[in-house]
């Protein structure tokens, strides 16, 4: 019988190879426990790297992708998207991401999320580069200290990121009309902010604004300055022609604010959350202080068409207060209905002037007010527009009005009851009314009857002389035109003896003649005895130089003779 080896193994046959049993870990299990050991060791790094994990709630998950959509601060990624996943109650996504642990101090109360892809809004196209790298999630932080993990997503980036050097001012409104988020804010035309948000005050009443002033054109935004809405165009047509105004074709389309300070402001700085009144337009917000109102109240026994809430009370021309209610009333003693208007005047509107009126004192005012009603003053209601129809408020002093009984039983009072009178076009259709009531009253039928009889009798008189137009042109024509006939034979024939071929036209001519040639040697004679007077009893001496010959003058013409 052949013996086993030492160790157990081996083939019992005779001849068989010994074979030798190893010990230990074989090389097949090497890579897997290297790849464990790497795995573990990227675990660990990713786990003491990773930051806390937090979730954001969005409406729609656009451009948002699990393990591929980053997390940026800064232009810096700070964070992955973990997971996307579908609310329970379906109204929203919820979106989960980690950040890394180094922005850790980004999960704190005033952190803002908001999904960055290619935009078109007030402000102009932003997020362009996402076009080809994808969308991702921009991250604000913000100044508090309080961490969270869950956070409600914004649809829009802010217009405003934390840390950008500028200031914030809050503006009150009666109302947003075309502003919206990104409307920009300009100081003399040039763009040096935008707004940031706005929201309805707890009164309901007034709209709050904020908007951020960048660096360094907040330094210009002082104590004194006046902020105005400068959307859409202002136009005016005023005595120097058409006016247009607007401060960029942006704040036509979509709306916009600007801000300046009057003439003389001296300079200043001002905190940052100061608030403003925001005007309705530049001239508005420009104007001087108004001061205290004083409350006026119309009666009118007439129509008021045409005049609105807000229409301007003038007084001698300056526009210094604005209507502010129109009712109805009713007297029963005199059984008609009457207008009641109510308007807000300041009389620091008048400028310069008011240092000189008495109207220091709380009714003081009234009473000056009384004193110029019983000098004249009235209250019209004018026509402002032909075209539109409106009407606006005068106060003027009128010659000779009547005597008003003024109501002093409330001293108190603070409103001042000013009388009225009909105004310009009331007055003009009046007039014409009364012209109208005179050309009633004129007897046009027995005018024209008259003018019948008198157009009859007219006409006989037209008669008789187409008669004697008619016997004239039978009888006297004839024998006039006969008449004319024989005169022209007659002259005729008294000119036929003074035509050109005619003998006595010849003679006449050579008689002319004869006496040029007469009246030449008469010449002759007179020039012989002139140089030698003796020749009048010699004779002709023999060494007399005979003159020089005169050419004989030109036969002048015959005169023709008219016929």
């Known amino acids: 019988m052949t013996p086993s080896p030492p160790d157990g193994t081996g083939d019992p046959r005779p001849g068989a190879p010994l074979v030798q049993r190893r010990h230990g870990i074989s090389l097949v299990w090497i890579l897997p426990i290297v790849a464990a050991l790497i795995g573990a060791v990227l675990l660990f790094r990713n786990l003491s790297s990773e930051g806390p994990r937090l979730r954001i709630t969005f409406l729609t998950a656009a451009g948002l992708e699990a393990g591929k959509t980053p997390v940026k601060y800064k232009d810096v990624t700070v964070g992955t998207v973990r997971a996307v996943e579908l609310s329970e109650d379906r109204s929203h996504i919820v979106v989960t991401l980690t950040l890394v642990k180094s922005a850790a101090s980004l999960a704190n109360a005033g952190t803002r999320f908001w999904v960055v892809r290619p935009r078109i809004g007030v402000g102009g196209v932003s997020g362009v580069d996402t076009l080809l790298s994808g969308a991702y999630i921009g991250v604000d932080t913000g100044a508090s200290h309080e961490e969270r993990k869950d956070f409600t997503g914004l649809e829009e980036p802010p217009p405003v990121i934390n840390g950008m050097a500028g200031k914030t001012f809050v503006l009150r409104a009666a109302d947003l009309g075309s502003l919206d988020i990104g409307s920009p804010v300009y100081y003399r035309r040039i763009r040096v902010g935008q707004v940031a948000s706005?929201?309805?005050d707890d009164s309901g009443?007034?709209?709050?604004?904020?908007?951020?002033?960048?660096?360094?054109?907040?330094?210009?935004?002082?104590?004194?300055?006046?902020?105005?809405?400068?959307?859409?165009?202002?136009?005016?047509?005023?005595?120097?022609?058409?006016?247009?105004?607007?401060?960029?074709?942006?704040?036509?389309?979509?709306?916009?604010?600007?801000?300046?300070?009057?003439?003389?402001s001296p300079p200043s700085t001002t905190p940052a959350r100061s608030q403003y009144r925001l005007a309705a337009g530049e001239r508005a917000a420009l104007a001087p202080p108004d001061g205290p109102a004083q409350r006026i109240e119309l009666r009118f026994d007439q129509s008021l068409r045409g005049l609105s809430i807000g229409a301007p009370v003038e007084f001698l021309g300056v526009n210094f207060g604005s209507v502010t209610s129109v009712a109805l009333d009713y007297d029963?003693?005199?059984?008609?209905?009457?207008?009641?208007?109510?308007?807000?005047?300041?009389?620091?509107?008048?400028?310069?002037?008011?240092?000189?009126?008495?109207?220091?004192?709380d009714h003081k005012g009234v009473q000056f007010g009384r004193s110029l009603v019983a000098q004249g003053l009235r209250a019209q209601a004018r026509s402002g527009n032909l075209l539109t129809g409106q009407r606006y408020i005068s106060l003027d002093f009128v010659p000779n009005a009547p005597k008003v009984a003024m109501d002093a039983s409330d001293a108190n009072d603070q409103t001042l009851r000013i009388p009225t009178v009909n105004g310009d076009f009331d007055q003009l259709q009046e007039k014409f009314a009364h012209i109208l009531d005179k050309v009633d009253k004129i007897p046009l039928e027995s005018i024209a009857r008259h003018l019948d009889a008198d157009l009859a009798r007219l006409g006989t008189t037209l008669d008789g002389a187409n008669k004697t137009f008619d016997s004239v042109n039978r009888q006297l024509l004839p024998q006039a035109r006969q008449t004319l006939q024989q005169a022209g034979r007659t002259l005729n024939g008294v000119g036929a003896p003074f035509a050109d071929d005619s003998p006595l036209q010849q003679n006449l001519g050579q008689t002319l003649e004869e006496v040029q040639r007469a009246a030449r040697s008469v010449r002759e004679l007179t020039d012989l005895l002139g140089r030698n007077p003796e020749a009048l009893l010699r004779g002709r001496p023999a060494d007399a130089v005979a003159p020089p010959a005169v050419p004989p003058a030109p036969t002048a013409p015959s005169p023709e003779i008219k016929k």
């Not at 029963?332 to 109207?359: E, M, N, T």
């Open 198 to 200: 706005y929201r309805l």
């Open 205 to 264: 009443r007034t709209v709050n604004l904020q908007i951020f002033v960048e660096a360094p054109y907040d330094r210009f935004v002082t104590g004194d300055t006046r902020f105005w809405n400068a959307s859409g165009v202002d136009v005016s047509l005023g005595a120097d022609g058409l006016k247009l105004n607007t401060q960029s074709i942006a704040t036509i389309v979509a709306g916009g604010i600007a801000f300046g300070a009057p003439d003389g």
């Open 332 to 361: 029963p003693a005199k059984r008609r209905f009457s207008v009641i208007v109510g308007a807000d005047v300041f009389v620091a509107r008048l400028g310069s002037v008011v240092q000189r009126l008495p109207l220091d004192g």
